[in-house]
């Protein structure tokens, strides 16, 4: 008997200190877990990762000197051309403003659309122009191709042109 009751008393006090280590093991964990969050949420501005820079196309637009644009059109509509013919047309431009106006990068929606600019700064005054280039190959229906301008503009540093028209299946 005092055998069984010894062993009973074993078992119970052995519960008892495991079930106290485990509490004491959830209960540091817990703390330990609450330490590294306080400690990951006040990072020093130096340890978060960069942002990722601006393309220097874009930087150049923001930091330069602003100026205003008019432009002579911001849309051109071709008509309807056969499949295969080569659509061109100059956009131009005036600066009205009073600093030298700056186109830092013209991209086409496409490859199909081929875009060359006035790659020196136009003067207040003076005219610049884009032209463009769409090639018909392989296309057909309602087409509009649009060209992102952009610049040291005062509005809004891009400026979106488009090129609309229709493009008929070719003869078979």
Same mark, same amino acid.
């Given at each position: +008997?005092?055998? $069984? ?8 006090? +052995?519960?008892?200190?495991? &079930?106290? !280590? ?12 609450? !330490? ?5 949420? !006040?990072?020093?501005?130096?340890? +978060? #990762?960069?942002?990722? &820079?601006? #393309? @220097?196309?874009?930087? !150049? ?12 059109? @911001? @849309? ?13 047309? =100059? ?13 830092? =990068? ?8 081929? #875009?060359?600019?006035?790659? @020196? &700064?136009? &003067? ?17 229906? =309602?087409?509009?191709?649009? $060209? ?13 042109? =488009? ?6 299946? #070719?003869?078979?």
């Amino acid at each position: +008997m005092k055998n $069984i009751l010894f062993t009973l008393f074993s078992a119970l006090l +052995m519960v008892g200190m495991v &079930a106290c !280590q485990t509490s004491g093991s959830a209960e540091s964990k817990a703390a330990a877990d609450n !330490q590294a969050t306080a400690e990951a949420t !006040q990072k020093p501005a130096a340890e +978060m #990762p960069p942002k990722p &820079a601006k #393309p @220097e196309w874009q930087a !150049q637009a923001e930091d330069a000197a602003k100026t205003t644009v008019t432009w002579a059109e @911001e @849309e051109y509509n071709y008509g309807t051309v056969a499949s295969g013919t080569k659509v061109t047309h =100059r956009f131009k431009f005036t600066n009205t403003g009073s600093e030298p106006l700056t186109l830092t =990068r013209v991209k086409a929606s496409c490859g199909c659309t081929t #875009p060359s600019y006035s790659t @020196e &700064a136009v &003067a207040p005054g003076e005219e610049g122009f884009i032209d463009v280039a769409f090639n018909t190959t392989g296309k057909s229906g =309602r087409q509009t191709k649009t $060209i992102s301008v952009t610049g040291n503009f005062e509005d809004n540093i891009t400026k979106v042109l =488009r090129i609309t028209g229709e493009v008929s299946k #070719p003869a078979q």
